[in-house]
């Protein structure tokens, strides 16, 4: 099964229930904000449809400065799922809840790691009714956004989900717009592909990707994070 072959098989499955309908509201989750009303599915970052770790990143390695929680002990035979935010993004915040359903939910199947744009300290005095400790999926923080810039993201919260055969990204969006979501029923029939006695015979021996904490390159400039106080869209909350 070459990739686009396994990429066809795997987005057929899933297509019907990947998109909503049209003209429904992106709820932007601000104060005194109104709903954004959408047309069509939208995607702050580069896509990376196809693409594998190391055509993203130069190598089959997500870098990240360090780990706040638990390292991810295997990705192995499971679908991944990465998120880019920071703790200032309401959006972002919200995003998290549902990241600890998938992360609890689909333990057996998936891997859910979560990067923040913003430091531990940041962190420990998040808003919002979801705090640090409640977190318990894979954690890391990469302050330099090295996965998002190697994805051009500009607007977050950012995930993409990563296959387990070639590593190569099979979702990408924001999972919790309005319309286009990364909803209980798309991740569900994303992940009984593994299931299908084709897509486990091609699973490698070892896991087509790592997660690897790394300072980052002093000599190097990154690109900033989108401002704090604009959304997504590139509108001011």
Not at 206 to 224: G, H, L, S, V
């Amino acid at each position: 099964m070459t990739r686009m072959t396994f990429f066809s098989f795997v987005l057929f499955s899933c297509s019907f229930f990947a998109f909503g309908a049209d003209n429904q509201p992106w709820l932007v989750e601000s104060e005194g904000r109104t709903a954004i009303p959408q047309r069509q599915r939208m995607l702050w970052a580069d896509s990376m449809m196809s693409k594998n770790i190391t055509e993203i990143c130069g190598e089959p390695v997500i870098e990240i400065e360090r780990w706040v929680n638990a390292p991810p002990k295997d990705l192995r035979g499971k679908f991944v799922l990465v998120e880019v935010w920071a703790t200032w993004c309401p959006p972002c915040r919200r995003s998290l809840s549902l990241l600890e359903y998938f992360h609890e939910k689909y333990k057996d199947e998936l891997v859910v790691v979560s990067i923040c744009e913003t430091d531990e300290e940041a962190l420990k005095n998040m808003a919002g009714t979801l705090k640090l400790a409640d977190i318990k999926a894979p954690l890391a923080v990469d302050t330099h956004r090295r996965f998002s810039n190697a994805l051009g993201v500009y607007g977050i919260p950012h995930a993409v989900l990563i296959d387990p055969i070639f590593g190569a990204v099979i979702w990408e969006g924001m999972p919790t717009q309005i319309g286009a979501e990364l909803s209980d029923e798309v991740m569900t029939r994303f992940l009984a592909n593994l299931k299908n006695p084709r897509v486990q015979e091609r699973i490698p021996e070892k896991a087509p990707f790592e997660f690897k904490a790394t300072q980052p390159d002093p000599n190097k400039k990154y690109r900033p994070a989108p401002e704090r106080g604009v959304s997504a869209a590139g509108e001011g909350w």
